[in-house]
């Protein structure tokens, strides 16, 4: 079991894994670091060919590998090629499954390629701030009606993950990036997985305290089956998050002594009693409780969605999920000047 890893944040010891400024893969030139977890470095680089930033994030596991002088890494351990190549395989499969998707809240592969010891993925560089910074930074642009701005699109990408037979695994709000136009990415495809497969006994389950659900803990045991809603859990627990600071208690916490205090009790000020419902459906620890699709989680929160001022990049939406919730009620017509 793997705990996801935080930002780029923990100074001297990962600058000293991270590639130099400057240092170029053909015509991509690095920049800068923007992001860092336990598994890997993610760089801002420039595309000289094509004159754009890319994103280039680079297979680094910091407790497997140390890199050298001349930046190739190396194991610290030799015991520690087994756990080295399996990692680099799941890195290998999350270009892959990249590859399966066109969704404008979806990164975009662009190029996966092997170097210094490991392995590198390319995505165009999406300019803005995670959900995480942003709601640190800026807590006031958060409200119900921007919260449901960013959810429907984000909603038509979980859900086209889960058409597909994929669960993202590990929403969280340093997963889900902002762009400056308001259009949400949802990042990290790490820890995607079929929703049928069960896990070989060397794959790794990624789990983050307060958002992943109880089931994601034990993913091969028979009762605890995943499916949809351990997604619908820990996007629940991203808008816990945003609505009241943190994320609720740990799930498998809740299993043994629930402390989760129901929104829809404390009544966060600017939030509709319909939306605070969903959120404590979403977070039921008894997934009979929780929608068990995003279908069913679209239909509930639908009246939300009324009183949001402005929907932004909806018509840019592949599949018809949205579209229809949306488009075939006749107030929103009316509302968009009956088109
Ligand atoms: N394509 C991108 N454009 C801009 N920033 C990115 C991009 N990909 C990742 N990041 C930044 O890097 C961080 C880590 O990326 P992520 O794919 O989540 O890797 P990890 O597996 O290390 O969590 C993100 O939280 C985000 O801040
Ligand atoms: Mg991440």
Redesign the pocket.
Known sequence: MRE??D?YADGRYSLLQALPTGYCFSEFEIEEV????G??I?YRAWDHRKKRAI?I?EYLPATIVTRRNDLILNLRRASFQKRFKTGLHCFMREAHIMGCFNHPCL?RFLRFWQQNSTAYIA????HGV?LKTLHVRYPKIITQNWLCNILFPLLDAINTLHLAGYLHCDISP??I?IQNDQLPIL??L?SVRKTTKSLTDDEEITVRPGFTPYEQYAANSEENRQGPWTDIYALGAVLHTMVVGKPPPVSIMRDIEDHYHPLTQLCPAGYSASFLHAIDCMLATDVSERPPTIAKLVSMIKPCIFQASHIPAFTTLSSDILANCLYSDSSISDRQGGT
């Open positions: 996801s890893g930002n923007v992001g860092r977890g598994f890997g993610v994103a994030k990164p995505t165009p560089f999406y995670t340093d997963n990036l990042l990290d790490g």
